[in-house]
DNA sequence: TATGCGTGGGG
DNA sequence: TCCCCAAGCAT
C-alpha cells in the first residue's frame, strides 16, 4: 500500500517481473526507432497475436524509413490487408516522408516535434520516446488505465477521453527516470497478462501495492461507461463478370470507412426492388444473368453490413468510376475483410464450376 | 469533445 | 450468440 510513498520500491518489482517475464516480441528484438514506431501503430487497438505476422511481413517490404516512404501507397495498403483501421497506415507512411523530407530521416526525440507527425498521438508519442529513446514519457493504453485504477482505486470512468490525462499525470509521477522503456512497456505488459480484465491477482508482481485488491475491488475496476448498440445496414453486392471474365471493381473514397480499399458493386437496400433492378436503377448496368453467391454479416465497431452477394454476367462496358480487372488483378489490389469474403466465395464457386 | 474508424479472439 | 474487448488517432 501507500504506492506514492513506496515508489522505488514498486518500480523495482514491477521491472523485476517485466525484464524476468516479459514476452518475447519481434519488436523487443530491435532498438530500430522506425521499427518501434510501425509495432505502436499497428498495435493501436489491435492484439499482439494478430500483429506480429504483419510486423514481419512488413519490415520485411519496408525495411528502413527511406523504403517506406518512396513506396507506392497501394503497395502499403496491401501489406495492411486484414488488418483493419486503414489509415493508420496512410498516417503511418505520411509521418515516415515527414521524418525524412523535414528531419533528416531522424525521429523528433521530444514530445512536442514527434506530436506533429501524422498517426501519432499522445500514446504512440509517448511509447516511441520511452521505448526508442529512453525518454521519460508517459505512454497511457488502455492497459495501463486498467491497472492504474486498480493500483490507485481510480475510479475515474475511462471510456471518457479528458479522463485520460488523469492516468498520465500519475505515470509522470511514478515513472522510473533510469528506464523509462521497462518502465512503461512493464505496465502494459501487467495490464496484458495479470491485470486483465478479468483479473489474476496471485500472480501480481505488485499486488502488495494494489489499493483495490487490498479492498477485494479489483474485479469492480476499472469503471467503464458501455456503448450503444450499432446500426445494421442491409447491403446488396455484386461480382460481375463481364464476356472478357474480368471483374467490375471500383475504390472507395480515401477517406471514412475502408478508405482507398477496392470493392465490389455495393447498394444499400432501402425499397424492396429486385436486385438486378436496383444495380440497373443505381449503377446503370444491364445483367445477362445473376445468381446467388454468399449472404453474410460483418461486424464493424460501430455498424452492422448485412451483406447478400450476388454473381452476375454482363456485356456492358464499365460505368462511370468503375474498372474490370482479370482475376490476378484482383488478388493484388488491397480490399477488406468483407469484400475478401465475396472474392474467396467466387474463387470457390469459379473451381467448382470448372470441375 | 464525441464520434468514426476494423478485425478476430475469448468468456 | 452476444458482448467485450486490444499497445488510439483524426476530426
Excluded at 523487443?28 to 500483429?51: G, K
Excluded at 526508442?132 to 497511457?140: K, S
Aim: hydrophobic share 40%.
Amino acid at each position: 500500500m501507500q504506492l506514492f510513498e513506496r515508489k522505488s520500491e514498486f518500480r523495482s518489482a514491477l521491472i523485476t517481473w517485466y525484464l524476468r517475464e516479459k514476452r518475447d516480441l519481434p519488436w523487443r528484438r530491435t532498438d530500430n526507432p522506425y521499427y518501434i514506431w510501425v509495432s505502436e501503430v499497428m498495435l493501436q487497438q489491435t492484439r499482439v497475436d494478430t500483429v506480429i505476422p504483419y510486423y514481419e511481413r512488413f519490415i520485411e517490404k519496408f525495411p528502413s524509413l527511406a523504403d517506406l516512404a518512396v513506396a507506392k501507397e497501394e503497395d502499403v495498403l496491401k501489406m495492411w490487408e486484414g488488418l483493419g483501421y486503414y489509415s493508420r497506415v496512410k498516417n503511418l507512411q505520411s509521418g515516415v516522408r515527414e521524418v525524412v523530407e523535414k528531419y533528416g530521416s531522424e525521429i523528433p526525440k521530444n514530445r512536442k516535434e514527434i506530436s506533429k507527425l501524422k498517426g501519432v498521438g499522445p500514446y504512440t508519442a509517448g511509447a516511441v520516446l520511452s521505448i526508442a529513446f529512453g525518454v521519460p514519457e508517459h505512454a497511457v493504453d488502455g492497459n495501463v488505465m486498467r491497472v492504474l485504477s486498480r493500483l490507485l482505486l481510480i475510479e475515474d470512468d475511462i471510456a471518457i477521453p479528458r479522463n485520460r490525462k488523469i492516468f498520465e499525470e500519475v505515470v509522470m509521477e511514478l515513472i522510473d527516470e533510469k528506464d523509462p522503456s521497462s518502465f512503461n512497456q512493464a505496465l502494459m505488459e501487467l495490464g496484458a497478462t495479470i491485470c486483465t480484465p478479468k483479473p489474476r491477482c496471485l500472480l501480481c508482481p505488485v499486488r502488495d501495492f494494489c489499493h483495490a485488491f487490498h479492498e477485494g475491488r479489483q474485479e469492480k475496476l476499472p469503471v467503464k461507461s458501455k456503448k450503444t448498440k450499432v446500426k445494421t445496414i442491409p447491403l446488396t453486392a455484386f461480382a460481375v463478370r463481364n464476356s472478357e471474365g474480368k471483374w467490375l471493381m471500383k475504390q472507395r473514397p480515401s477517406t471514412g470507412l475502408l478508405a482507398d480499399m477496392w470493392e465490389f458493386p455495393m447498394i444499400e437496400i432501402t425499397g424492396t426492388a429486385k436486385p438486378e433492378e436496383i444495380l440497373k436503377l443505381n449503377i446503370g448496368i444491364k445483367l445477362k444473368s445473376i445468381d446467388p453467391l454468399i449472404q453474410f454479416k460483418h461486424v464493424f465497431s460501430h455498424l452492422i453490413w448485412e451483406v447478400e452477394a450476388y454473381l452476375a454476367l454482363t456485356k456492358d462496358g464499365a460505368p462511370v468510376g468503375y474498372s474490370f480487372f482479370s482475376a490476378t488483378e484482383v488478388d493484388a489490389l488491397p480490399k477488406a475483410v468483407p469484400v475478401l469474403k465475396i472474392w474467396d466465395q467466387l474463387k470457390k464457386t469459379e473451381k467448382n464450376t470448372k470441375g
